[in-house]
């Protein structure tokens, strides 16, 4: 197996192909990158801008270059001596349009006797598959016969063989699918889907015979050296992830495997798995953390109590998932209920939901990790005292058939109420302080301390060297030096409630939740253009689900979301450009700090494309707008010509970090082995956070840097380097082993990366 010594994320899509990648090649291997890692590649729904959607995978996507844009792409990978990572989706496939996808077709016009019947997870006990499309329940007035296909609108489904004589009615009478109100598919769909999304259909890749069509082209692309590394989308939906990560590692053992799992704090991949690790949200929050004022969080909360903001974080948490069971997947606790013998419907229903509801993670894997699922119960009967009966029949079934489909399905679908409860919908609502609202983040766990920080990074070299590390990706709620300026709020956080209170006052927006996310978004990523801001906070007001919703939206506060932006800039807008400009040194601080660490500690870091300057996106679809290469690969050239740059808005500084750090990683990978936290001494001792990885190499970087400077700067402050003469890659300097003043290490900028010769 060759280990990428890091990657590079890039966002394939029809604007930016197979051919537009391959011209980054060059760049990105000046820049230090040991892998290019690309999103989905194989065929996808038509126009897809992320290609989640697949709906071939016997074949890369035509409209991304087809076959031979992307062994073009491959080729130039390699010529430059970089790896190639791949973005798979076993999980699910596309169906939005039936035609591109061959075996959805296939199965709509042949039914259970489809050769692609068992390759979806399909409940074929009540008959017709569901295809909730309709706009209304008389939505079938629209259909009509076009050749051998029925058409509604846009839509074609194919007609099986004999039966399309007669009016469209009767024709789709007699199809192995029906056409019904869209509004069914939350409570009545008969096959498993990705979260709540009806047309992305789970597939069954449990089976081998399913895993050997979906994979044979990546795994084809594997075994040809084409691909060295593989990023498993949503493990959590799988039916037994162990097993398949057992057929995936035995199908292609030289491969650099890391998976999309969530974990959360104090929870490690099963021991079992044969995977390097996660895609690094762990890592995210654990950086993150250690660069928040744990003195932030008390006027923080308080501001958030005057303003009408929930605080009680588990309460937010059980309102969003029970809204999730009881409203989105009704059909999915309807399924699972019914497979739970001899306990009344109803109650077998409660129990089932209460019991996802109740997770404290994402999902367990039995029979691995049985307190995980222990727990779960046992806050289920907290929570819900008339259930014992129907919750004890629920424990000892699932236990005693750990592998049967009861378990499976409880196990699979938990993930789904955790994700679409707390994830998208808590994360909205509860937003006392939404930076730590991220992807793998615990929002009621406020900064994380220096020591457990180190005991952190050292069992991740320890565990899983090898693993990822990201501080922005496509999924993240925001990009890391937005994330890196908020947490500045933490150690201003008395100014900013006292502030914020006023321009609510003046110019809020009528809910609370969002008023209160709204101004932490709006100096997190100044300046942003109003139509920018506008769409995200339309999203983040449908996500929370308080007052208006993606199928049921409030026209008034919708109106309001869209004229705060332009409102804002007009009344306040040299108000917060003041208070921004009093956050955005300390911010640069963070950001530079929370790049070294990953860049230079424990994992393969990732860079998400364009983060190698400052970048202030937010979610999706923010954080997947063009990036100006032309602009990256000019600066970078200027580094071969010797520049040392300010540290200043431009973010060379940071390029300059992630070409020196990357290219150390690339060039000398013998220094980045190990771990060990080093403690400063001296009166601002807390502002340092240092580690070495081998015996020649330590990073040292600035946190909390406003209470820095109150203190008056680093004053008598030290650190212990090993005999010998050390050098700052990203400045050339030079200096002697002992007692170093941190001031010295750091006069220029507030990192240094220091190599012993």
């Given at each position: 197996?060759?280990?990428?010594t890091?990657t590079?994320?890039?966002q394939l899509?029809p604007e930016?192909?197979f051919?537009?990648?391959q011209g980054?090649?060059t760049y990105?291997?000046d820049?230090?990158?040991?892998?290019?890692?690309?999103?989905p590649?194989l065929d996808?729904t038509?126009?897809?801008t992320h290609?989640?959607?697949?709906?071939?995978p016997?074949?890369?996507r035509?409209e991304l270059g087809g076959?031979?844009?992307w062994?073009?792409?491959t080729a130039?990978?390699r010529?430059?001596g970089m790896?190639?990572?791949l973005d798979?989706?076993p999980?699910?496939m596309?169906v939005?349009v039936?035609?591109a996808?061959?075996w959805?077709?296939?199965v709509l016009?042949?039914?259970r006797?489809s050769?692609?019947?068992?390759h979806?997870d399909?409940?074929?006990?009540?008959?017709r598959?569901?295809?909730?499309?309709?706009?209304?329940?008389?939505?079938l007035?629209d259909l009509?016969?076009?050749g051998d296909?029925?058409?509604y609108?846009?839509?074609?489904?194919?007609?099986a063989?004999?039966?399309?004589v007669g009016?469209?009615?009767?024709?789709?009478?007699?199809?192995?699918y029906?056409?019904?109100?869209?509004r069914?598919?939350?409570s009545e769909?008969?096959y498993r889907r990705?979260?709540?999304?009806t047309?992305?259909v789970?597939v069954t890749?449990?089976?081998?015979?399913?895993f050997e069509d979906?994979?044979?082209e990546?795994?084809?692309?594997v075994?040809?050296g084409?691909?060295?590394?593989?990023?498993?989308d949503h493990p959590d939906?799988?039916?037994?992830?162990?097993?398949?990560?057992t057929?995936?590692?035995s199908a292609?053992?030289d491969?650099?495997?890391v998976?999309?799992?969530?974990?959360h704090?104090?929870?490690a991949l099963?021991g079992?798995?044969p995977?390097?690790g996660?895609?690094g949200y762990?890592?995210?929050?654990?950086?993150?953390g250690?660069l928040m004022?744990?003195?932030g969080?008390?006027?923080m909360t308080?501001l958030?109590?005057?303003?009408?903001?929930h605080?009680?974080?588990?309460?937010?948490e059980?309102?969003?998932r029970?809204?999730?069971?009881?409203?989105m997947?009704?059909?999915?606790?309807?399924?699972?209920?019914a497979?739970?013998?001899?306990?009344?419907?109803?109650?077998?229903?409660?129990a089932?939901a209460?019991?996802m509801i109740?997770?404290g993670v994402?999902?367990s894997?039995?029979?691995?990790?049985e307190?995980t699922w222990?727990?779960?119960?046992?806050?289920?009967?907290?929570?819900?005292?008339?259930?014992?009966d129907?919750?004890?029949?629920?424990?000892?079934q699932?236990?005693?058939?750990?592998?049967?489909?009861?378990?499976t399905r409880?196990?699979?679908t938990?993930?789904m109420?955790?994700?679409?409860g707390?994830?998208?919908?808590t994360f909205?609502r509860?937003?006392?302080?939404?930076?730590l609202n991220?992807?793998?983040?615990t929002p009621?766990?406020?900064s994380l301390?220096?020591?457990?920080?180190?005991?952190?990074?050292?069992a991740?070299?320890?565990?899983?060297?090898?693993?990822m590390t990201a501080l922005?990706?496509?999924?993240?709620?925001?990009s890391?030096d937005?994330?890196?300026?908020m947490a500045v709020?933490s150690e201003?956080?008395e100014?900013?409630?006292e502030?914020v209170?006023?321009?609510?006052?003046r110019?809020g927006l009528?809910?609370?939740s969002?008023d209160?996310?709204?101004?932490?978004?709006l100096?997190g990523?100044w300046?942003i253009?109003?139509?920018?801001l506008a769409?995200y906070?339309l999203?983040a007001?449908?996500e929370?689900?308080?007052r208006?919703?993606w199928t049921?939206p409030?026209?008034?506060?919708?109106?309001a979301?869209?004229?705060?932006p332009a409102?804002v800039?007009?009344?306040l807008?040299?108000?917060?450009?003041?208070?921004?400009e009093?956050?955005?040194a300390?911010?640069?601080?963070n950001?530079?700090?929370?790049?070294?660490?990953?860049?230079?500690?424990?994992?393969?870091?990732?860079?998400?494309?364009g983060?190698?300057?400052?970048?202030?996106s937010l979610?999706d679809?923010?954080?997947r707008?063009?990036?100006?290469l032309d602009l990256?690969?000019?600066?970078?050239?200027r580094?071969?010509?010797?520049?040392v740059?300010?540290?200043?808005?431009?973010?060379?500084?940071?390029?300059l970090l992630?070409?020196?750090a990357?290219?150390?990683?690339?060039d000398?990978?013998e220094?980045?082995?190990?771990?060990?936290?080093?403690?400063a001494?001296g009166?601002?001792?807390?502002?340092v956070?240092?580690f070495s990885?081998?015996?020649?190499?330590?990073?040292?970087?600035t946190?909390?840097?406003v209470g820095l400077?109150?203190?008056?700067g680093?004053g008598?402050?030290?650190?212990?380097?090993?005999d010998?003469?050390?050098?700052d890659?990203?400045?050339?300097?030079s200096?002697?082993g002992?007692?170093?003043s941190?001031?010295?290490?750091?006069?220029?900028?507030?990192?240094a990366l220091?190599?012993?010769?």
């Amino acid at each position: 197996m060759t280990v990428p010594t890091s990657t590079y994320r890039l966002q394939l899509r029809p604007e930016f192909d197979f051919e537009a990648a391959q011209g980054v090649v060059t760049y990105l291997r000046d820049l230090g990158v040991g892998a290019v890692y690309v999103s989905p590649v194989l065929d996808a729904t038509p126009g897809s801008t992320h290609g989640y959607d697949v709906t071939d995978p016997s074949r890369a996507r035509p409209e991304l270059g087809g076959a031979e844009g992307w062994q073009a792409l491959t080729a130039a990978v390699r010529e430059a001596g970089m790896g190639l990572v791949l973005d798979i989706v076993p999980n699910h496939m596309s169906v939005e349009v039936p035609s591109a996808n061959p075996w959805w077709w296939s199965v709509l016009r042949d039914g259970r006797s489809s050769a692609f019947a068992h390759h979806f997870d399909i409940d074929w006990s009540g008959g017709r598959i569901l295809v909730p499309v309709l706009a209304e329940a008389g939505g079938l007035d629209d259909l009509r016969i076009d050749g051998d296909e029925l058409a509604y609108f846009d839509l074609r489904l194919p007609i099986a063989t004999g039966t399309g004589v007669g009016t469209a009615r009767e024709v789709h009478d007699r199809q192995h699918y029906e056409l019904v109100d869209w509004r069914r598919g939350s409570s009545e769909l008969n096959y498993r889907r990705f979260f709540d999304i009806t047309t992305l259909v789970a597939v069954t890749v449990e089976r081998t015979d399913v895993f050997e069509d979906s994979h044979r082209e990546v795994l084809r692309w594997v075994a040809d050296g084409d691909v060295t590394g593989l990023r498993i989308d949503h493990p959590d939906g799988l039916a037994d992830p162990g097993a398949y990560f057992t057929r995936l590692r035995s199908a292609a053992p030289d491969a650099w495997i890391v998976i999309e799992k969530i974990l959360h704090p104090g929870e490690a991949l099963p021991g079992s798995w044969p995977v390097e690790g996660t895609t690094g949200y762990d890592a995210l929050r654990e950086i993150f953390g250690v660069l928040m004022d744990p003195a932030g969080e008390r006027p923080m909360t308080g501001l958030a109590e005057r303003q009408g903001v929930h605080t009680g974080f588990a309460a937010v948490e059980e309102q969003a998932r029970r809204m999730v069971t009881d409203t989105m997947l009704v059909a999915e606790v309807r399924r699972i209920a019914a497979l739970l013998d001899g306990v009344e419907v109803e109650a077998a229903r409660a129990a089932v939901a209460e019991t996802m509801i109740a997770f404290g993670v994402y999902r367990s894997y039995l029979p691995e990790g049985e307190s995980t699922w222990a727990d779960a119960i046992g806050t289920a009967r907290s929570r819900r005292t008339d259930l014992g009966d129907a919750l004890t029949a629920l424990d000892t079934q699932v236990r005693g058939e750990p592998a049967g489909e009861l378990a499976t399905r409880m196990q699979q679908t938990s993930g789904m109420v955790v994700a679409k409860g707390t994830e998208d919908t808590t994360f909205y609502r509860f937003t006392r302080f939404a930076a730590l609202n991220e992807v793998g983040g615990t929002p009621d766990v406020w900064s994380l301390g220096l020591e457990e920080f180190h005991r952190l990074a050292a069992a991740r070299d320890r565990d899983r060297p090898h693993t990822m590390t990201a501080l922005t990706t496509h999924d993240t709620k925001r990009s890391e030096d937005t994330r890196a300026r908020m947490a500045v709020l933490s150690e201003v956080a008395e100014d900013f409630s006292e502030i914020v209170t006023s321009w609510s006052e003046r110019c809020g927006l009528d809910e609370p939740s969002l008023d209160l996310l709204a101004w932490q978004t709006l100096v997190g990523a100044w300046p942003i253009s109003e139509e920018r801001l506008a769409d995200y906070l339309l999203k983040a007001a449908r996500e929370s689900k308080l007052r208006t919703t993606w199928t049921d939206p409030d026209n008034d506060l919708e109106s309001a979301i869209a004229a705060w932006p332009a409102r804002v800039h007009a009344e306040l807008g040299s108000e917060l450009e003041s208070f921004v400009e009093r956050i955005s040194a300390p911010g640069w601080s963070n950001s530079l700090s929370q790049k070294l660490v990953q860049v230079a500690g424990p994992g393969v870091p990732d860079v998400y494309q364009g983060t190698e300057l400052w970048d202030f996106s937010l979610v999706d679809p923010d954080n997947r707008r063009p990036v100006d290469l032309d602009l990256r690969r000019e600066l970078l050239s200027r580094f071969d010509e010797g520049l040392v740059p300010e540290l200043d808005a431009s973010g060379a500084v940071k390029m300059l970090l992630v070409r020196r750090a990357l290219t150390l990683r690339r060039d000398r990978p013998e220094l980045f082995i190990g771990y060990r936290g080093l403690v400063a001494g001296g009166a601002a001792a807390e502002h340092v956070l240092a580690f070495s990885r081998s015996d020649d190499l330590v990073a040292v970087a600035t946190r909390l840097p406003v209470g820095l400077e109150r203190r008056g700067g680093w004053g008598d402050t030290t650190l212990v380097l090993a005999d010998g003469e050390w050098t700052d890659v990203l400045t050339g300097a030079s200096v002697d082993g002992g007692a170093v003043s941190v001031s010295a290490l750091l006069r220029r900028y507030p990192i240094a990366l220091l190599v012993r010769s």
